[in-house]
């Protein structure tokens, strides 16, 4: 995708370069002939034939400057309409991987709060188990609460993030 996008620049700026070239003295071809447009002069192998040429030449000349400089305009449209559908494109792109993103966070927040929900159970199961069986001792009993009330925080913690 960077290689298309060093494609596209190397494009436009040929294309504007060649249409500055064009705008400061247009080449026009007419019957098998070479001419040269700056402004008003007409010119033929650097030569001003201007004067030389009959009414209708000229404006056989300038028509087809007209011509080639309208196709030059119509390329440029289609540039700039290349370049506006490239541009939302991508937008299109980044706001779906936006969207995936999300989604992904999402996911990932309900497996933690899923994964922290077991685990605090299963401790209050294991608590009240050896409890009942009398293995606790008054320290074990208040390891056994604390790590209980740590995953009770962690689990609410991730409850907000869902």
């Given amino acids: 995708m960077n290689f298309k996008k060093k494609i596209m620049r190397l494009l436009v700026v040929t294309l504007f370069f060649c249409l500055g070239l064009m705008i400061q003295a247009q080449e026009v ?12 002069a007409v010119l033929k192998d650097g030569v001003d034939v201007t004067n030389t040429l009959s009414l209708e030449e000229r404006l056989e000349v300038k028509k087809a400057l007209n011509k080639k400089v309208e196709a030059i305009e119509a ?20 706001k779906q991987k936006k ?28 608590y009240e188990k050896l409890k009942k069986k009398g293995k606790l001792s008054p320290q074990d009993e208040q390891k056994w609460l604390s790590k209980i009330e740590k995953l009770k925080e962690q689990t609410a913690k991730a409850k907000r993030k869902l």
């Fill in 29 to 40: 071809t007419l019957n098998g002939v070479i001419y040269t447009v700056k402004g008003e």
């Fill in 75 to 94: 390329a440029n449209e289609k540039e700039k309409a290349l370049k506006k559908a490239e541009k939302k494109q991508k937008a299109a792109e980044k």
């Fill in 99 to 126: 969207a995936e993103k999300a989604l992904k966070q999402k996911e990932k927040a309900h497996s933690n709060y899923e994964k922290l929900t077991g685990k605090y159970e299963s401790a209050q199961q294991k």
